[in-house]
């Protein structure tokens, strides 16, 4: 079979997002391994890490809990991983139920355990902790609900998360090396270095072996569960270009032999652009954008990525928002949750997801195999921030904000408030009286009055709501031919 994609720059940028992403918009995933023991903040993922550096919290809780990182290493979590309520086929109903089209986990973090059944990478969950193919058991069970399956992959970031200058820790024992990564040089580190950057700086970079590890995992993750998206964490930018131009044609050319589409995700300009999907994380975009994007953030409210048993959670309304407002400027939702240990999820996340569900039952019709409109929305409130890590700065909206997406046939006018009883939408002021055809609001069989005049469309709301968390005027439109 003839290759359809080198692995040149100039190749790979003839590949597209496919059309059943295009039309899917929201998809969940998972944060949950070993790092969910603990269950501490602030990051939760970032607990193996901080646990072995003084003068952060987490720091501070593994020294009051499990009396620091000599006597407890962080190997020593893995029998307590054990998973007993794991359940994949309650996680899949449960992310369909939420009006996701796109599933999956994170394969492995920053933590060097892989949660498949692998052979390259003896620190996995079928072989320890509990004993189990997660990704395997989701694969299955996520398919089995219709969705599409997705893979995360963060372990490159293995290379330089655990201080492997520490002699009195379990991370400098060569018996570990599997799961804290091998041993390289740190020449002028010696417990100095306090931040990611200035360790990378100061280690020597990853050679050969380590990169064919890296790829290693990917193909067997790929071999054995043919993802149809694959998302990069930002130590994508440190893997050496060819590896990844070798990886991107060789996953692109698995369409050919698959018979389906792919995808995949990277952050800031860690690949060339246009080869691939840009991720914003924990944020999105400002205004409409001429490519395609995706935000991924969690639905817990501190970014905590993993369960954190202190960390509360986005209410409804906000996660609904950050779904309108994405796809009306041409971008897509991922969805991070992060279960319990024992494999639970939490009550709070199940109720956010329902409700997100419940919202899309009535009104997907404005989201799926939609597209943005030439205005992506109208409204008094405005982003401060745009792109990675704007969520900071969130905004709430009002029953003054709108977000419009459209089809051939119909506008969606989604309101990010419950309208006044008569509203006017300036921006459909563009269209002509005689190419609507009907104003409805979906979910709702009241009759509307409505009327377009030079200060836009002008619409008596239903007396009665059909939902809550945001509502859609559907104004279709007539064929002119």
Request: aromatic fraction near 14%; charge should be negative.
């Amino acid at each position: 079979m003839d290759k359809q994609y080198e692995p040149t720059w100039q190749s790979l940028k003839n590949h597209r997002t496919p059309q059943w992403l295009r039309e899917s918009k929201f998809g969940i995933y998972t944060h949950w391994g070993i790092y969910s023991v603990p269950a501490c903040g602030p990051n939760g993922t970032w607990y193996p890490h901080n646990m072995y550096r003084p003068g952060n919290s987490q720091y501070d809780h593994h020294d009051r809990t499990y009396g620091g990182a000599p006597a407890f290493g962080y190997k020593d979590f893995i029998p307590r991983f054990t998973a007993e309520k794991f359940d994949a086929e309650e996680w899949a109903e449960l992310f369909k139920s939420a009006g996701a089209k796109f599933a999956g986990p994170v394969a492995e973090h920053h933590d060097g355990f892989s949660l498949w059944d692998s052979r390259v990478n003896e620190w996995n969950a079928a072989r320890m902790g509990p004993k189990r193919d997660v990704v395997g058991e989701l694969e299955k069970a996520i398919r089995g609900q219709g969705m599409r399956f997705m893979t995360a992959f963060h372990h490159f970031e293995q290379w330089w998360f655990f201080p492997h200058w520490r002699n009195d820790c379990d991370v400098s024992n060569p018996e570990f090396a599997g799961l804290y990564g091998p041993m390289h040089n740190l020449d002028g580190l010696g417990g100095g270095a306090d931040d990611r950057r200035s360790e990378w700086l100061l280690q020597d970079r990853p050679g050969r072996e380590f990169h064919d590890f890296w790829r290693a995992k990917i193909d067997e993750v790929v071999e054995a569960y043919r993802p149809d998206l694959m998302w990069f964490d930002f130590g994508l930018n440190f893997v050496q270009e060819d590896y990844k131009k070798k990886m991107l044609a060789d996953y692109y050319n698995k369409e050919q032999e698959w018979g389906t589409k792919l995808a995949v995700t990277y952050k800031t300009h860690d690949l060339v652009p246009g080869v691939a999907l840009v991720d914003y994380e924990l944020g999105r975009m400002d205004r409409l954008t001429y490519y395609d994007w995706i935000t991924d953030t969690s639905i817990d409210d501190q970014g905590a990525w993993s369960f954190v048993s202190d960390a509360g959670f986005k209410n409804a309304s906000a996660l609904v928002h950050n779904l309108v407002d994405n796809v009306s400027k041409n971008g897509y939702l991922l969805l991070n949750v992060g279960p319990k240990a024992d494999g639970t999820i939490p009550d709070e996340a199940k109720e956010r997801l329902i409700a997100m569900g419940d919202w899309l039952k009535v009104n997907g019709e404005a989201i799926y195999g939609t597209t943005p409109w030439v205005a992506f929305g109208e409204g008094p409130t405005e982003m401060t921030e745009s792109g990675m890590f704007s969520e900071r700065h969130e905004v709430e909206y009002t029953a003054e904000d709108y977000r419009f997406t459209c089809t051939d046939s119909c506008i969606y006018a989604t309101c990010l408030g419950w309208p006044e009883a008569t509203s006017t939408i300036k921006s459909l002021r563009r269209l002509n009286a005689g190419e609507i055809q009907s104003v409805t609001m979906l979910g709702s069989d009241e009759q509307l009055t409505w009327s377009l005049g030079e200060n836009g469309l002008e619409i008596q709301r239903p007396k009665d709501k059909p939902c809550d968390l945001a509502y859609v005027y559907r104004i279709e439109r007539k064929d002119p031919f």
